[in-house]
């Protein structure tokens, strides 16, 4: 990891790059070498890197996807003077896959096509396709109902295509919000595929490198973040990323199981709000469990975390209105597995995935998470 570390943190001597690629580099390397700290970008990054040196070759399409629509990426560099391209990721010492990344044309449907049709005739190479925003998905629907979600059991085919589809309410409005994490969950059943939402830059890590690891393909969703690439506590150390695997569930270890009286089940961006009121106000008698694997869904490692909670009440919370993210889908499954009621802290449903306004969104914010942790 260190060696991959320093190649892709290196640029060439004698060019002329932009000197907020040379800061961002020079951070890229300290995140490693000086802080310990790994952020979204640099672990994603780094797992890519792992894979070129197992002789898999990785693939990424897209709109903005060189930089990364949110700028965590930076695949690819120009130099100031020239349009002269550099990419670290091919410049790893005793590498032998090859890394490939585009921009796309703006067709989602017509790119998403070709990266199924590609995985699906290389399945050593890890294939991904990422939405701008993750609503720009349904601009593929027929493909990922018709071939993604359905292809297996109607004609045996396996494939290993991955879509990161960047989802998180951040007060962007309607159509920068969500990446309607309920329309894939409903699309679920017999083992079709991955539905993921991890939060630390280390499970994300170790996701993407399981999908080449499996003995068998499978099309993996995940719910990437927008805000949390830069969020403090979204940091990962290396020792995680050298160790260890995916972890389908979290549980939290700022709380002592005896004192708990009520779990908050979560998955994704929502749970740095609830960490923030709980370590702000002090609570201690309310546990945060997060859900980084969706489906097929961790029913046994759940019920061993919430064992430590015998007495518990159980409340899923979701930033999405109730008719939409994973909640209606979760309700029965989880009911079924706790053994328990369980109760409901989010939005109210809504025809339109999130407000138009800012202000609205944060008062919504605020009182979720205010209900998350009344509610009885």
Known sequence: LKEIATAITSLPE?????????????????????????DWGMAELLAYGTLLTENHNVRISGEDVERGT???????????????????????????????IYNSLLSEYGVLGFDYGYAMASPETL???????????????????QFIAAAEDKWKLQNGLVMLLPHGYEGQGAE????????????????????????????HFHLLRRSMHWSFRKPLVVMTPKSLLRHPKVVSPLSELEKGRFEEVLSDVNVKGKSVRKVLLCS?????????KQQTEKIKDVAIVRLEQLYPFPGE?????????????????????????AWRFLHPILEETTGRSILYAGRDAAASTA?????????????LIEDAFTLN
Request: hydrophobic letters at 40%; glycine letters at 6%; a negative charge.
């Open 14 to 38: 004698g060019k002329k790059y932009f000197n907020k690629i040379k800061r961002l580099m020079d951070d890229r390397n300290a995140m490693v070498f000086d802080r310990n700290a790994l």
């Open 70 to 100: 949110f700028s965590h990426r930076h695949a690819i560099v120009k130099l100031e003077d020239s349009e002269e391209e550099y990419c670290p990721l091919n410049n790893i010492p005793g590498k032998n896959g090859r890394f490939a």
């Open 127 to 145: 294939t991904i396709w990422e939405a701008q925003f993750g609503d720009f998905a349904n601009g593929a629907q027929i493909m990922i109902d």
């Open 176 to 203: 920068h919000s969500s990446a309607r994490l309920e329309r894939f969950l409903q699309l679920c059943a017999e083992d079709n595929m991955a539905i993921c939402n991890p939060t630390t830059p280390a499970n």
């Open 268 to 276: 994704g961006k929502v749970y740095f709000d609830l960490l923030e």
């Open 301 to 325: 490692k759940l019920n061993r975390i919430l064992a430590s909670y015998p007495g518990a009440s159980l409340c899923w919370v979701q930033e999405e209105p109730e008719n939409m993210g």
């Open 355 to 367: 407000v138009g306004s800012l202000a609205v969104h944060r008062i919504e914010q605020k009182q």
